[in-house]
């Protein structure tokens, strides 16, 4: 089976997509098939020989019409011998260039792009949940039409969480028949060293994501002014840090909050693994990827109980889950924690034998039974 990858995100890139595409696409050239893989990068020097399989990448940075032109005719002249298109981003590209292919298609959905558009943009400022039920704009209900057309056009959907499956077929009107959940899973992480922390403090917490509204990183940096002696590793990049650097230089934290920026995935799981508990305080995860890495490491969690989140926290056993927006619940449950070394052993311990649930043979397994499937369409068109 020739399989043809289309991502907007991959290494040196950090996030789900980086994280994934590589591995599955590496899983599945040892299971015998052909992979290429097509990507937007901010550079297109790197070197990608370490790969098992062959990389295109579009330079990012070029105007939006001239980088959709562009990245539909690599796609038309790569996509040719393909059996199928496996698509992880740039779906609107994809259904363009697939006019010609005519092409099965598989697509991985790990959230609403529209609704991050338009959050980003600031022409809502409603929930995940709020902005699938309510109406909006033309513009914006104009990305809400594209974002259904690019899930109707698809043969199977891929999706990492029940909760999302809910919500493509209740919201977006995909047939339940074409949503396939297939939980993500992480390699295990031995041998990880800790990086170097300039924090002088005695717990270390960490957080990992874009520095966007939905994340809530100003909600933990407000509780951790109330937790002595602890400090805040902050790794990510994103509109919202300007904001965040403000708000510690307001709360005279700089001695004690590290803004890491964007790093490569070795240097994030390094800074991980120096620290003593992971955070996550979103209003939304489709499914975060970011809380395996974590548990894999043996850091304790505490995350907020929504989307994807309560798929693989399971509050009290592997972690604590507290409800979005609870006035004073993070400081609470960080002093708790901070203040006891056993629990945080407790919850890590837990979160190891929950990683059983997310081999990654079993993530491969389900993937490539549904491309197998999906490429046999090509013979029947």
């Given at each position: 089976?020739?399989?043809?990858?289309?991502?907007?995100?991959?290494?040196?890139?950090?996030?789900?997509?980086?994280?994934?595409?590589?591995?599955?696409?590496?899983?599945?050239?040892?299971?015998?098939?052909?992979?290429?893989?097509?990507?937007?990068?901010?550079?297109?020097?790197?070197?990608?020989?370490?790969?098992?399989?062959?990389?295109?990448?579009?330079?990012?940075?070029?105007?939006?019409?001239?980088?959709?032109?562009?990245?539909?005719?690599?796609?038309?002249?790569?996509?040719?011998?393909?059996?199928?298109?496996?698509?992880?981003?740039?779906?609107l590209e994809v259904l363009a260039a697939n006019i010609f292919l005519r092409k099965p298609l598989v697509q991985k959905v790990v959230?609403?792009?529209?609704?991050?558009?338009?959050?980003?943009?600031?022409?809502?400022?409603?929930?995940?949940?709020?902005?699938?039920?309510?109406?909006?704009?033309?513009?914006?209900?104009?990305?809400?039409?594209?974002?259904?057309?690019?899930?109707?056009?698809?043969?199977?959907?891929?999706?990492?969480?029940?909760?999302?499956?809910?919500?493509?077929?209740?919201?977006?009107?995909?047939?339940?028949?074409?949503?396939?959940?297939?939980?993500?899973?992480?390699?295990?992480?031995?041998?990880?060293?800790?990086?170097?922390?300039?924090?002088?403090?005695?717990?270390?917490?960490?957080?990992?994501?874009?520095?966007?509204?939905?994340?809530?990183?100003?909600?933990?940096?407000?509780?951790?002014?109330?937790?002595?002696?602890?400090?805040?590793?902050?790794?990510?990049?994103?509109?919202?840090?300007?904001?965040?650097?403000?708000?510690?230089?307001?709360?005279?934290?700089?001695?004690?909050?590290?803004?890491?920026?964007?790093?490569?995935?070795?240097?994030?799981?390094?800074?991980?693994?120096?620290?003593?508990?992971?955070?996550?305080?979103?209003?939304?995860?489709?499914?975060?990827?970011?809380?395996?890495?974590?548990?894999?490491?043996?850091?304790?969690?505490?995350?907020?109980?929504?989307?994807?989140?309560?798929?693989?926290?399971?509050?009290?056993?592997?972690?604590?889950?507290?409800?979005?927006?609870?006035?004073?619940?993070?400081?609470?449950?960080?002093?708790?924690?901070?203040?006891?070394?056993?629990?945080?052993?407790?919850?890590?311990?837990?979160?190891?034998?929950?990683?059983?649930?997310?081999?990654?043979?079993?993530?491969?397994?389900?993937?490539?039974?549904?491309?197998?499937?999906?490429?046999?369409?090509?013979?029947?068109?």
């Amino acid at each position: 089976m020739k399989v043809l990858i289309v991502t907007g995100i991959f290494p040196p890139d950090i996030g789900g997509p980086a994280t994934y595409v590589p591995v599955i696409g590496g899983e599945l050239v040892r299971q015998g098939h052909e992979v290429m893989v097509v990507t937007l990068s901010d550079e297109l020097s790197h070197d990608d020989r370490g790969y098992p399989f062959h990389v295109v990448r579009l330079r990012r940075g070029l105007s939006k019409l001239l980088r959709f032109i562009l990245t539909v005719l690599t796609l038309l002249r790569w996509g040719r011998q393909a059996d199928l298109l496996f698509v992880n981003r740039l779906s609107l590209e994809v259904l363009a260039a697939n006019i010609f292919l005519r092409k099965p298609l598989v697509q991985k959905v790990v959230g609403d792009w529209a609704w991050e558009r338009a959050t980003n943009k600031g022409w809502v400022k409603e929930s995940f949940e709020e902005f699938q039920r309510g109406k909006h704009g033309l513009k914006v209900e104009a990305l809400k039409a594209l974002r259904n057309l690019c899930v109707h056009r698809t043969n199977k959907i891929i999706v990492p969480s029940r909760y999302l499956a809910r919500w493509a077929a209740s919201s977006w009107g995909v047939p339940e028949e074409k949503i396939t959940v297939i939980y993500n899973a992480v390699e295990p992480l031995n041998g990880i060293q800790p990086a170097e922390v300039s924090l002088q403090t005695r717990v270390k917490i960490v957080t990992v994501g874009r520095l966007v509204p939905w994340k809530q990183v100003d909600q933990i940096i407000e509780a951790l002014a109330r937790c002595d002696g602890v400090g805040l590793v902050i790794i990510g990049d994103g509109p919202e840090r300007g904001h965040l650097e403000e708000l510690v230089r307001t709360l005279d934290l700089r001695d004690r909050v590290y803004f890491a920026g964007a790093r490569s995935k070795a240097e994030t799981l390094s800074l991980m693994a120096a620290c003593d508990l992971f955070v996550l305080n979103s209003t939304y995860e489709g499914f975060p990827h970011v809380v395996l890495e974590a548990m894999s490491l043996g850091l304790p969690v505490v995350a907020t109980a929504v989307g994807g989140t309560p798929e693989v926290v399971e509050d009290e056993e592997n972690g604590l889950l507290l409800a979005p927006a609870t006035n004073g619940a993070l400081s609470e449950t960080l002093l708790q924690l901070v203040s006891s070394p056993l629990e945080r052993q407790r919850l890590a311990n837990g979160a190891k034998h929950t990683m059983e649930r997310f081999r990654l043979s079993a993530m491969v397994e389900k993937t490539e039974a549904v491309l197998r499937n999906s490429a046999h369409l090509q013979g029947r068109r």
